[in-house]
């Protein structure tokens, strides 16, 4: 495995590194105050070519590989976890649609996304439908030369703020489950949309709700990948989102321990810095040791990814163990950093609550863990 960068994906990385400790890292709790993320800084990191890098030159992405995507992800999540969030979903949903859309309008919404003109969402969870996703029950009927989506979607990352979103619904029966189920690009201002809102712990600038259908006329232009095998096929790229969730998750872990290792080296007690007890020092050491094997792992699941092998369970790996490696992280540094740590001074309580919505977004963990089981008991299969 190489993971070293060309000259021009240095750069890259290191262009987005100045940017989210510049642009992003200041702002990250008066964007938690304002509950959005702002439009015009969406439309920035759009110019600046953040966005959808893995995706093919000729849709308007960079063309550059996995490994250096989850990097450039990363360092967006060292400076705001929640605004990653645009390049996590633009990343997903702009490959959906690059590999699986079948007309010029479908990639031109595509183009708008990668320059940040609209953010994207997906929407495939239901009220009754999370882990079991295949049981969804939102209806595309067709009519002539559209389909007709009724129903409701809930939990849906940016779904105040997206412009556009890859909607999974049912075009066949219920008793064919995934292979009844298309996927669709749907703008969220037709005709028949609502959204809300919710209240949640943490990520609140991401703007987590639901979006109801209302009798919305789609037309079959908008449709991905074949009617009915929508499911099936675009489930493979979750493989690539829980090794991009995994890096995304490890950004925030790193500010932290940044963060912490230098107070260790400011903050004295008994006349010397406190990190020269091994009662502080220990702790983080371990966490540089597990944050060492976790991020490893995140960049060995994409490299696997560019080199077109296998990599399911190395993905579930990623998506359980890092938000959760991530959160134990976070609450040691804020422990380092002793009663000033619990205070609104630091972001670590904002981390933590961020964060910890990873480990049940995309997958909660003993999901993964059946995912990680099956693909060993296909190895092992006598």
Known sequence: MDFSLTDEQQALIESASRFAKNRLA??????????????????????????????????????????????????????????????????????????????????????????????????????????????????????????????????????????????????????????????????????????????????????????????????QDLMLGDEGQGFVQVMQGFDYSRALIGLQCLGVARASLDEAWRYSQEREAFGKPIGDFQGVSFPLAECETYYEACRSLCLRTLWLKDQHLPHTAEAAMCKWWAPKLSCEIIQQCLLTHGHGGYGSDYHFGQRYRDVLGLQIGDGMANIMKMIIARQMKKRFAV
Not at 165 to 176: D, L, N, P
Request: charged share 25%; hydrophobic share 45%.
């Open 26 to 219: 200041p702002f990250y709790r008066e964007r938690e105050k304002a509950r959005c993320i702002e439009p015009e800084l969406i439309r920035e990191m759009g110019d600046l070519g953040f966005l959808g890098v893995e995706l093919p030159e000729a849709v308007g992405g960079l063309g550059v590989d996995c490994v250096t995507s989850g990097l450039l992800l990363e360092q967006i999540a060292y400076g705001d976890f929640n605004v990653s969030y645009v390049n996590l979903l633009t990343s997903l949903c702009g490959q959906i649609v690059a590999h699986y859309a079948k007309s010029d309008l479908a990639l031109e919404w595509l183009g708008k996304a990668l320059r940040g003109e609209v953010a994207i969402a997906l929407a495939l969870t239901e009220p009754n439908a999370g882990s079991d996703a295949a049981q969804l029950k939102l209806k595309a009927r067709r009519e002539g030369k559209d389909f007709i989506l009724s129903g409701e979607k809930t939990s849906i990352s940016m779904a105040t703020q997206a412009g556009i979103a890859v909607v999974f619904a049912r075009t066949g029966e219920e008793s064919e489950r995934a292979h009844g189920i298309s996927a669709f690009l749907v703008p969220l201002d037709a005709a028949g949309i609502t959204r809300t809102a919710f209240d949640d712990l943490g990520t609140r600038p991401v703007g987590r709700g639901s979006i109801f259908f209302d009798g919305v006329h789609i037309s």
